[in-house]
């Protein structure tokens, strides 16, 4: 059994030929998956906490929180007639 097995699925995406070749180039035809899957992996995570970090920064942004205070009042101020 293999050390760490998950479902997988086969995706159709294009690349731009340069990147296409050096992929070829440098990984084995076996690896290519697991070496597209890493680096795909590796970008999601630097743009998660990317994304964290920025959701984090607009919290602490009391211009922002202000800026949300003053739309909830006017959300509540229709939501009676509904």
Do not use: C
Not at 52 to 78: C, R, S
Request: no cysteine.
């Amino acid at each position: 059994m293999k050390k760490h097995e998950t479902k997988k699925v086969n995706q159709t995406f294009s690349i731009p030929v340069d990147i296409s070749n050096d992929l070829h180039a440098f990984v084995k035809k076996r690896e290519m998956s697991q070496f597209v899957s890493e680096a795909i992996r590796k970008e999601l995570f630097s743009k998660k906490n990317d994304l964290k970090k920025h959701y984090l920064a607009a919290n602490e942004d009391e211009g922002q929180t202000e800026e949300m205070n003053n739309w909830e009042g006017t959300l509540e101020d229709g939501s009676g007639d509904w």
